[in-house]
């Protein structure tokens, strides 16, 4: 059993699927539950049910939350205090940054967006080629750094009792960089890159205003909507909305595309989502050769009956 | 100002990857151009020299074949380059890193580093990170917006779900740069001639004291990923169609 750190994300005290997915990725392990900066005491149960047999709640003198070479640094301090063989996090926004933080503070390996872990082998598996290879690599550091793609390993429960820590990093903030502001998004909407379920409008929504019908359905889907490239660049969807190579990547357990083509750059950021269903009108449509289940229709007729009957 | 953008050469992503023995591929017949992020650092730099004066200077750790991703960042207004040489399109992140920094070293420092936020052939997200480490810079990965004024970079990055940090630092800085920065400007004919009679400086790795046996990290194995055969496509009038596809999704494949 390797000792492993798992660094948590908590949002709206409560623990995100994807953090306890990447628990999941460590079953076996003895695995340390690291929440940074927020109350750990709220989801010690959740995080015992999942496998984590010591629940960290990691704390420095100053505020963690005021820069994340300050969040990265306590880390770096968890993993000499506990001697962690492993660390794993999630391959989020927040993850992949604080763990590149880490790996040059330690200067240690790491390897990003996992889709698979062997922790006693030190081999990982990971998207290549903008999604068209999967590369497994084999890690040689002392310590093994990696961030999973959220949603790519399903969570399983493991409970444990768990015991909860206090451990307060020595580090004090560099002062290189400082967050002046954050900007909130208009609704409290879900992550692209975290959301079990996509639904994603292509060019042929052919106004911003339309999006509100995959809205309507998204909410019954429990999904986040998602936009292709060409619905971006015509100005329908913010760029914070897009899949694919120079949007985001996402690998939802279901991924509607509704009046997407299907082109290659696309796919490389949405190839690995469990299902795929395409809605297009045009019956040639490549994305119909690369996708589970298939609809010729029009959208706005198709969705508005699918949210309907959900 | 000096500002280096570190510019990888990269397959297209339009491009068949041709698997070749367990961890590499053909990359002799197809087309590579510049890390589509790395674009946005080169148009970002280029526009600031532009107002402000100074040079850009592009860094690329590659093969010698490097020299046509080089070119086409000089046509985009860069002024020189170095290219440090390596035999392999993978080399691990932090040799990656220490090459860059060494080149710089001899070089001499620049005020700001651009990077991509990430390189599309291994995705590994992490190179800008430890050369930033390794120069005691500040960093910002996955930049859409911009400011530079009087030694100070306002950077704004996306942290999920739209919600955006702006962030502030002192220059030199690195930034990783996304879309949404800019739109990389097209070169026109003159600057495409021009940019053939600029001066890139070739280095080679072990001149730099690197050891390519000593990366921490291996490809034992590349596979294309599966493909699906084709999707079944439902049937009937669009109502029997929808139907089907909530049975299936909630009985069969069981996603809701
Ligand atoms: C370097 C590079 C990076 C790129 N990065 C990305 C990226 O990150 N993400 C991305 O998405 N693209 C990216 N692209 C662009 C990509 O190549 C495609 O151009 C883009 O994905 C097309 O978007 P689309 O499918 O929405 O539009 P189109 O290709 O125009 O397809 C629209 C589809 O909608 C169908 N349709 C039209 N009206 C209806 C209707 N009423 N009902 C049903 N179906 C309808 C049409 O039949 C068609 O198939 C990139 C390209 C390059 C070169």
Redesign the interface.
């Known amino acids: 059993m390797a000792k492993t750190g798992i660094l948590i994300e908590i949002e709206n005290n409560t623990v995100k699927d994807t953090s306890l997915g990447v628990m999941t990725a460590a079953a076996g392990q003895e695995i340390y539950a690291l929440v940074l900066g927020q109350d750990a005491a709220v989801v010690k149960d959740k995080l015992a049910e999942y496998g984590a047999s010591h629940i960290v709640s990691i704390t420095a003198s100053g505020d963690l939350s005021s820069s994340p070479d300050l969040q990265s640094q306590a880390l770096a301090a968890a993993v000499t205090e506990y001697n962690f063989e492993t660390l794993l996090g999630t391959a ?3 993850g ?2 604080l763990f ?2 880490l ?3 330690l ?7 996992c889709v698979q872990v062997n922790i006693a082998e030190k ?1 990982v598996r ?16 002392s310590v093994l750094l990696c961030t999973i793609r959220p949603n790519s390993i399903e969570p399983v429960a493991a409970p444990t009792a768990g015991e909860l820590i206090e451990f307060v990093a020595d580090v004090a903030d ?1 002062g ?11 609704a ?7 959301a079990p ?1 996509i639904i994603t409008g292509g060019r042929a929504i052919k106004a911003a205003e339309n999006y509100k019908m995959l809205e309507d359905c998204a909410q019954k ?1 429990g999904a ?1 909507v998602g936009a292709s490239r060409a619905a971006v660049d015509a100005g329908y969807a ?5 899949v694919g ?3 985001k990547t996402v690998s939802p ?2 991924y509607i595309a509704c009046g997407v083509s299907g082109a ?2 696309h796919f ?1 950021g949405m ?2 989502s ?5 809605i297009n009108e045009d ?1 040639d449509a490549p994305i ?10 029009d959208i706005f ?2 969705v508005p ?2 949210t309907e ?2 | 100002m000096k500002i280096c953008v570190c510019v990888k050469h990269v ?1 297209d ?2 491009a ?2 041709k ?1 070749a023995g367990d ?1 590499g ?1 053909e990359d002799s017949e197809i087309k590579f151009v510049p890390n ?2 790395d674009e946005y650092g080169i148009e970002e730099a280029v526009s600031l020299v532009e107002k402000q004066g100074g040079e850009v200077v592009i860094v690329t750790v590659g093969k010698a074949t490097a020299v046509t991703t080089i070119r086409g960042a000089m046509s985009m207004g860069a002024h020189r380059a170095i290219l440090i040489k390596t035999d392999s399109q993978f080399l ?3 040799l990656t890193a220490r090459a860059l920094k060494a080149a710089m070293d001899q070089d001499g420092l620049p005020d700001m580093i651009f990077t991509g936020k ?1 390189s ?7 190179t ?3 050369l ?3 120069f ?7 930049v ?1 917006t911009l400011t530079i004024d009087s030694g100070k970079a ?1 950077a ?15 220059l030199p800085c690195v930034i990783g740069v ?3 920065l800019n739109e990389p400007r097209y070169p026109k004919f003159q600057d495409i001639m021009k940019a053939k009679k600029k001066e890139i400086r070739e280095m080679d790795l072990s001149e730099l004291g690197i050891d390519v046996s000593q990366g ?10 599966p ?2 055969s ?5 049937e009937g009038s ?2 029997d ?3 089907e ?2 049975r ?2 909630k009985e069969d ?1 069981k ?2």
């Not at chain 1, 913010?238 to 897009?242: G, K």
């Not at chain 2, 921490?216 to 990923?225: A, N, Y």
């Open positions: 989020s926004a927040t992949r940054d590149a933080r790996a040059a503070i200067d240690q390996p790491l390897v990003s967006d081999k990971k998207s290549h080629f903008s999604g068209k290879t999967f590369a497994t690599l084999k890690v040689n550091g560099p290189l960089i400082k967050i002046v502001e954050t900007k909130k998004a208009g409290d909407k879900l992550d692209l890159t975290e379920v889907l986040a913010p760029h914070s909305m897009q190579q120079t949007g357990k279901l290659v750059q490389a190839k690995t469990k299902v795929i269903v395409a019956k119909f050769s690369k996708c589970d289940y298939g609809i010729v229709g007729d198709v009956l699918l009957k959900l | 397959p992503t339009a068949t990857i698997l961890n591929f589509p992020y691990d992140a932090s990430g599309v052939d291994t995705e590994s997200f992490q800008q990170y430890r930033a480490k390794s005691n810079m500040p960093i910002v990965n996955e859409s306002i704004e990055r996306e942290i999920g779900g739209g919600e955006k940090q702006v962030i502030e630092m002192s996304t879309k949404g921490k990290t291996m490809i034992e194995k590349l596979e294309p990923v493909e699906r084709g999707a079944t496509m439902l669009v109502d169609q929808v139907t596809l909530v299936i999704l494949e996603v809701l």
